[in-house]
């Protein structure tokens, strides 16, 4: 379990995915956002695949990953288009690709269908060598079916589990955290991202097993 007191405010911007995912995201927000990332050092900017172009140039200089989101929000779009999203954006210059996977074969336990879904992408993102992140939309699942994710996120060959894409009825909860690290062990990441507002928040997050931590409210939580 990471001791969060002794947790500096530069090593936590190293867990922080600073994240700019709204629609309504302009150039010049866009280019605020790796300001912002930049000047607090954070281990990445996530934003729409759109910029990632503009998110490169301004971070060539960095150690702060331009980072995209693949099948977002919903995860239902088909396999092809997903490794195909990733593919561009990492040609692009994406470091990281967050993906959602398929949230109603995973409610309808199509657990074959979810498990190959995921490891299309993995494979396009590694074969880049690249790193993956799986999103799963913790608020819509029950326990058992965040367990399933996380077995069928790791057989693909996923580097992170994560909670949420921000734009569902809840973010992420301590519970579920706590769960995907107990079900992942150290095998895999864990990302908790949405509704994380504070720094005594994104501790708390920690804590409970999370490796990184998708946030906007980062200038507040590292003030």
Same mark, same amino acid.
């Given at each position: @379990?990471?001791?969060?007191?002794?947790?500096?405010?530069?090593?936590?911007?190293?867990? %922080?995915?600073?994240?700019?995912?709204?629609?309504?995201?302009?150039?010049?927000?866009?280019?605020?956002?790796?300001?912002?990332?930049?000047?607090?050092?954070?281990?990445? $900017?996530?934003?729409?695949?759109?910029?990632?172009? %503009?998110?490169?140039?301004?971070?060539?200089?960095?150690? =702060?990953?331009?980072?995209?989101? $693949?099948?977002?929000?919903?995860? !239902?779009?088909?396999?092809?288009?997903? $490794?195909?999203?990733?593919?561009?954006?990492?040609?692009?210059?994406?470091?990281?690709?967050? @993906?959602?996977?398929?949230?109603?074969?995973?409610?309808? #336990?199509?657990?074959?269908? =979810?498990?190959?879904?995921?490891?299309?992408?993995?494979?396009?993102?590694?074969?880049?060598?690249?790193?993956?992140?799986?999103?799963?939309?913790?608020?819509?699942?029950?326990?058992?079916?965040?367990?399933?994710?996380?077995?069928?996120?790791?057989?693909?060959?996923?580097?992170?589990?994560?909670?949420?894409?921000?734009?569902?009825?809840?973010?992420?909860?301590?519970?579920?955290? !706590?769960? @995907?690290?107990?079900?992942?062990?150290?095998?895999?990441?864990?990302? !908790?991202? #949405?509704?994380?507002?504070?720094?005594?928040?994104?501790?708390? @997050?920690?804590?409970?097993?999370?490796?990184?931590? #998708? $946030?906007?409210?980062? =200038?507040?939580?590292?003030?």
């Amino acid at each position: @379990m990471t001791m969060t007191k002794e947790i500096t405010t530069a090593q936590l911007a190293k867990y %922080l995915d600073h994240t700019n995912l709204k629609p309504e995201a302009t150039e010049a927000s866009i280019r605020q956002t790796c300001e912002e990332a930049i000047k607090y050092n954070t281990a990445s $900017v996530c934003i729409n695949s759109h910029w990632i172009p %503009l998110a490169a140039e301004l971070l060539k200089d960095t150690t =702060v990953n331009p980072i995209t989101v $693949v099948g977002f929000p919903l995860g !239902a779009t088909n396999t092809e288009t997903k $490794v195909y999203e990733a593919i561009t954006a990492i040609d692009d210059g994406a470091e990281e690709i967050d @993906m959602v996977l398929n949230v109603g074969e995973l409610i309808g #336990g199509n657990l074959d269908y =979810v498990t190959a879904d995921i490891q299309a992408v993995a494979e396009a993102v590694h074969a880049k060598h690249k790193m993956l992140k799986v999103i799963f939309e913790t608020s819509l699942l029950n326990d058992e079916q965040i367990v399933n994710a996380c077995h069928a996120s790791e057989a693909a060959g996923a580097d992170y589990v994560k909670t949420s894409t921000g734009f569902s009825t809840e973010g992420a909860t301590l519970h579920n955290v !706590a769960l @995907m690290r107990k079900t992942v062990g150290n095998k895999l990441g864990v990302k !908790a991202s #949405g509704g994380i507002h504070s720094r005594q928040e994104a501790l708390a @997050m920690i804590e409970a097993g999370a490796s990184r931590l #998708g $946030v906007s409210a980062t =200038v507040k939580i590292l003030s």
